[in-house]
C-alpha cells in the first residue's frame, strides 16, 4: 500500500493567516491526489482533485500543488469557517485507496 | 443537485453482518462510481470500497473478504454488507459518490457524500 503522511498533525493559526499542509506519498503518485475538508460531525468535502483542481464551489483561497510524492494544500487567507481537520487521498494503487492521517487546523 | 440518503442498523453484537443502503436522489447513477467509506471514531477514513451501475465492484484488499457491495439501478441504491464485525468495524460509514477515469482509475475521488451512518459494534 502507499502511505500517506501529512503535515503538520495540528496547526494553530488566525483569522488572516496563510497556512500550508504537506501530504507526503511513501512512492510517486504522479498528480492523483485528493484533498478533503471535515468539520466536526459532518461528512468530508471534497476541495482539490487532480492535484490543483479546484471544486466547483470552493472558494479560491484554496489551493493544491505538487505531483510525484510531495503535494501541500494552502489556504491564502484563513476565514472562521475553514478551521476544520484536511485530508489528503490517493488512489494510484487502485483499489488500495488511502488517506493521510489528517491535518487538524486550530483557532489560535 | 445531487444528494444521497443513506440508513441501516446502528447497533451490532460481533459477528453480525453490517448492513446500510444509499439511495442517490437528484442526478444520474450511471457513470459514477458508488463508494463507502468509514471512519472509526477519533481516527481517519478508510476507503471500503465501490459499485458502478453495472454491477462491477472492487474492494479495498484489507477487507475484501468480508464486503459485499451491489446495486438496484431500479431505485438508484447501492448497497454495503460487512460479515463477521467486531468491535474494530465500530464506525461511522459514509457513501459517496466517486469520479474515476475509465482506464486510469489512480484518477480518483468523492465529491458527493453522504451525513453518515454511526455503527457501533458491542456485547
Known amino acids: 500500500d502507499i502511505q500517506m503522511t501529512q503535515s503538520p498533525s495540528s496547526v494553530s493559526a488566525s483569522v488572516g493567516d496563510r497556512v500550508t499542509i504537506t501530504c507526503r506519498a511513501s512512492q510517486g503518485i504522479s498528480s492523483w491526489l485528493a484533498w478533503y475538508q471535515q468539520k466536526p460531525g459532518k461528512a468530508p468535502k471534497l476541495l482539490i482533485y487532480a492535484a490543483s483542481s479546484l471544486q466547483s464551489g470552493v472558494p479560491s483561497r484554496f489551493s493544491g500543488s505538487g505531483s510525484g510524492t510531495d503535494f501541500t494544500l494552502t489556504i491564502s487567507s484563513l476565514q472562521p469557517e475553514d478551521f476544520a481537520t484536511y485530508y489528503c487521498?490517493?488512489?494510484?494503487?487502485?483499489?488500495?485507496?488511502?488517506f493521510g492521517q489528517g491535518t487538524r487546523l486550530e483557532i489560535k | 443537485q445531487v444528494q444521497l440518503q443513506q440508513w441501516g442498523a446502528g447497533l451490532l453484537k460481533p459477528s453480525e453482518t453490517l448492513s446500510l443502503t444509499c439511495a442517490v436522489y437528484?442526478?444520474?447513477?450511471?457513470?459514477?462510481?458508488w463508494s463507502w467509506i468509514r471512519q472509526p471514531p477519533g481516527k481517519g477514513l478508510e476507503w471500503i470500497g465501490e459499485i458502478n451501475h453495472s454491477g462491477s465492484t472492487n474492494y479495498n484488499p484489507s477487507l475484501k473478504s468480508r464486503v459485499t457491495i451491489s446495486v438496484d439501478t431500479s431505485k438508484n441504491q447501492f448497497s454495503l454488507k460487512l460479515s463477521s464485525v467486531t468491535a474494530a468495524d465500530t464506525a461511522v460509514y459514509y457513501c459517496a459518490r466517486g469520479r474515476s477515469h475509465k482506464t486510469l482509475r489512480g484518477i480518483y475521488y468523492m465529491d458527493v457524500w453522504g451525513k453518515g451512518t454511526t455503527v457501533t459494534v458491542s456485547s
Open positions: 437528484g442526478g444520474s447513477f450511471s457513470g459514477y462510481y
Open positions: 487521498q490517493q488512489a494510484n494503487s487502485f483499489p488500495s485507496i488511502t
